[in-house]
């Protein structure tokens, strides 16, 4: 059996003596070439995408949930709450029914995408859409919190962000060392300010390395870039649809000494992107396009040169997660007759 992923990196984690071991066997995701992306991007550097929509809710949530839920359980705290945009809400779901405990999460009113909503139903929580944003729903559920014995699962609960680190340790090991470049989407902010702690803490230990850090905002919803809230903020990539991230000064921060930044990428990019990648076999909810569309503006435009270097793109979720955001871009399947000549004839046609 596989080990549990806090207790594969018990020494390079920091948690309570208390928390208890509630793991789905999440992490310990693939870190796959991609020569053929890599080449239209420019070529002449090494691509590979840490593919985190295997984990078992199909999101890398499931790191910090391990984490955040583990803890909580072993408090003896009976229930768990969040908000979310549709990955923190399956994944809280999940642990929590694993732990048996209850879940709330607090989603913002539509736009959050059929098959994350559908996995916290499966997984038993109560949901409960707020007329207002995810941002409205986070300040409520940090209120909520306060008052009531349930505990925060939200990645200001800092157990969350050291669950999400191993991320990091992971790409060092496979890669022998850390990437020159990390691309990765950027919403609520927990999982680059994750990373970074996690790349400091390895190299500080073994001298692996650093990357820069290129953190990818929708253009839509980029108050990092704009240095200013968001207060309607509107993208396809619905995961990333936040206007005041919560762990936005860290976030910046991160990008910056890491010698990397925080840039927007368009809809239309994010969506050629989803593309791109799943013409190489990855097929990504349209959020974890966000971090490789960013790069790829930011070569184009000439601000980065990859040359010789090596790229980590954090793929953070799933396609099925949003399988409707494809469907909306294909005409319904043309009707077949059921006889060999029919479909030996659809075989000869473009
Ligand atoms: N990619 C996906 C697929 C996400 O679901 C999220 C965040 C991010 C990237 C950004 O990560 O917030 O740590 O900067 N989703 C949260 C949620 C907000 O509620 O599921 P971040």
């Known amino acids: ?58 999101s890398f949530k499931d790191r910090g949930m391990t984490a955040a839920v583990g803890e909580a359980a ?22 929590a029914a694993r732990a048996g405990m209850r879940a709330f999460v607090l989603i913002p009113q539509g736009k959050v995408a059929a098959g994350k909503l559908a996995g916290a139903v499966a997984y038993g929580a109560r949901v409960l859409q707020i007329e207002g944003s995810f941002d409205d729903a986070l300040s409520l559920v940090v209120e909520a919190s306060q008052r009531t014995p349930v505990a925060l699962v939200n990645s200001l609960n800092p157990h969350r962000l050291q669950g999400q680190k191993t991320a990091a340790f992971e790409i060092i090991e496979e890669l022998g060392r850390a990437p020159d470049w990390l691309c990765l989407p950027v919403g609520n902010a927990g999982n680059i300010t994750s990373y970074w702690m996690g790349f400091q803490q390895y190299h500080a230990l073994h001298g692996s390395g650093l990357p820069a850090l290129l953190g990818v905002q929708a253009a839509g919803a980029a108050p990092l870039v704009l240095a200013r809230a968001v207060e309607q903020p509107e993208t396809v990539a619905t995961a990333i649809r936040i206007g005041k991230p919560a762990r936005g000064e860290q976030a ?60 980590v793109a954090v793929c ?24 060999l000549a029919d479909l030996v004839r659809e075989l000869e046609t473009e």
């Not at 953070?316 to 059921?338: M, Y």
């Open 1 to 58: 059996m596989k080990t549990p992923l806090l207790e594969r990196y018990r020494a390079l984690i920091d948690l309570p003596a208390h928390t208890r071991t509630i793991s789905l066997h999440e992490g310990d995701t693939p870190l796959i070439p991609m020569p053929r992306l890599a080449q239209q991007l420019g070529g002449g550097f090494e691509l590979y995408v840490k593919y985190e929509g295997l984990n078992p809710t199909g």
């Open 74 to 95: 072993g408090r003896g705290v009976q229930a768990v709450i969040c908000a979310s945009t549709g990955n923190t809400a399956a994944s809280a779901a999940a642990y």
């Open 252 to 311: 910046l921060a991160a990008a910056q000494e890491s010698g990397g930044s925080i840039v927007a990428a368009s809809d239309e990019a994010i969506l050629a992107m989803q593309r791109q990648l799943a013409a190489e076999g990855i097929w990504v909810e349209p959020a974890s396009a966000a971090g490789l569309a960013g790069l790829a503006a930011e070569v184009a435009a000439r601000r980065l040169d990859l040359g010789g270097k090596t790229v």
């Open 316 to 339: 953070t979720g799933h396609g099925l997660k949003d399988a409707e955001i494809v469907a909306s871009q294909f005409t319904a399947p043309r009707p077949v007759a059921a006889k």
